[in-house]
């Protein structure tokens, strides 16, 4: 399927364990390179059981400053559905210190304002200005993060931005440079409702340029036999 070479597991759960090694894999790596690391996660269903596998492991979470991909915004909302997943099911089990916990600021009045804070925060905890790891799921349509075809601009400079999705609704998200910026990029899929997402990813259609340009260049796409379709 295409020069992106993804590997392919018989099972969800078989996805979220090797999500959860090559994550820990590449945060021991980088703390021991360099002392800390900075990982960016999403939201959503799919990686539940990659964080909970992953809060099991031996990984250094006191040299880990955990940032979001992306999330709603919501005023009236302490944090976003993303950043409770995310804690619930990786921070706290795993004991990751506060003070490394950095949610997307969604409560903000000023979304635009509070996107650009993000970014500069993102900026001063990387040498390089983005996350040494980003890990996605790929969305049924093919997007990544909240990157929806048509509603963001590929080059955009800016690290963190907001958006829409078709129903309206007001996103926080990464940018597309910001998220391609990191050394270890890994999307999953499983389960059917992303066959047609796996596909489109494989092929040139221009709502899945987010996928194809954060896959290019040695990024992992893990799928599992329902998401890569009958005929892989």
Known sequence: M????????PTA????????????????????????????????????????????LDVPWHAVHVVQTDDRVLPEAETGSNWRMIRETLL????????????????SGDPAGAAASYAELLASLSPAGSADLVLLQLGPDGH???LFADRYDPSDPAGVTVTTTGDGAVRMTQTLSALSGAATRIV?????GKTDAVAKV????????AARTFLAGGGLLLLDDA??????
């Open 144 to 146: 990544l993060a909240s």
């Open 92 to 107: 706290d089990p795993a004991g990751v210190p506060e003070e490394r916990r950095h949610p997307m600021p969604v409560r």
């Open 13 to 56: 759960l078989a996805v979220a364990e090797r999500t959860a090694d090559a994550v820990a894999d590449a945060v021991r790596r980088t703390v021991a390179q360099r002392g800390d690391c900075v990982v960016a996660l999403t939201g959503g269903n799919t990686p539940t059981d990659a964080y909970r596998l992953l809060a099991a």
């Open 227 to 232: 998401a890569a379709g009958p005929d892989q």
């Open 202 to 209: 494989a092929g040139a259609t221009p709502d899945t340029l």
């Open 188 to 192: 999953m899929a499983t389960g059917a």
């Open 2 to 9: 295409s020069s992106l070479r993804p590997e392919q597991f």
